[in-house]
C-alpha cells in the first residue's frame, strides 16, 4: 500500500506564496505520477497539477497554470506544489494523490491514494 502526508498549508495574503509537500511512504514512489488537487468549500475537488514518474511530463489546470509548479524528489519521496502569486480564489484544502495510471489523471477516480490534505486560505 502507499500512504501520503501533506503538509505546508496555511495562511497567506493575496500575491503572497506558499510551498506544499507530500510525503510519501514506500518504497514504490519512484513507480507514481502524482497529482495534486484542491476543494474549496461547497465545490467539488478539482484538478490541480501532475506529474510522471520521470518529472518531465506536468500539467496544471488552467486557472493555476504560470503560477503553480510542481516538482518531485524521487531521492526523497516527497512531491511538492509551489504556489506562487496566490488568489483569494485559490483558498481550497489541497490533497496530493498517486495516480497508478489506469485513467485520465485530471479525474479523481484515476488515483487510488490520497493524503488527508492541508488547508490554504488567501486573504484579499
Known amino acids: 500500500q502507499v500512504q501520503l502526508q501533506a503538509y505546508g498549508g496555511g495562511l497567506v495574503q493575496a500575491g503572497g506564496y506558499l510551498r506544499l509537500s507530500c510525503a510519501v511512504s514506500?518504497?514504490?514512489?519512484?513507480?507514481?505520477?502524482m497529482g495534486w488537487f484542491r476543494q474549496a468549500p461547497g465545490k467539488e475537488r478539482e484538478f490541480v497539477a501532475h506529474i510522471s514518474w520521470s518529472a518531465v511530463s506536468t500539467d496544471y489546470a488552467d486557472s493555476v497554470k504560470g503560477r503553480f509548479t510542481i516538482s518531485r524528489d524521487n531521492a526523497k519521496n516527497t512531491v511538492y506544489l509551489q504556489m506562487n502569486r496566490l488568489k483569494p480564489e485559490d483558498t481550497a484544502v489541497y490533497y496530493c494523490a498517486a495516480d497508478p495510471g489506469r485513467g485520465s489523471y485530471y479525474y479523481t477516480g484515476s488515483y487510488d491514494y490520497w493524503g488527508q490534505g492541508t488547508l490554504v486560505t488567501v486573504s484579499s
Open positions: 514506500g518504497r514504490t514512489f519512484s513507480n507514481y505520477a
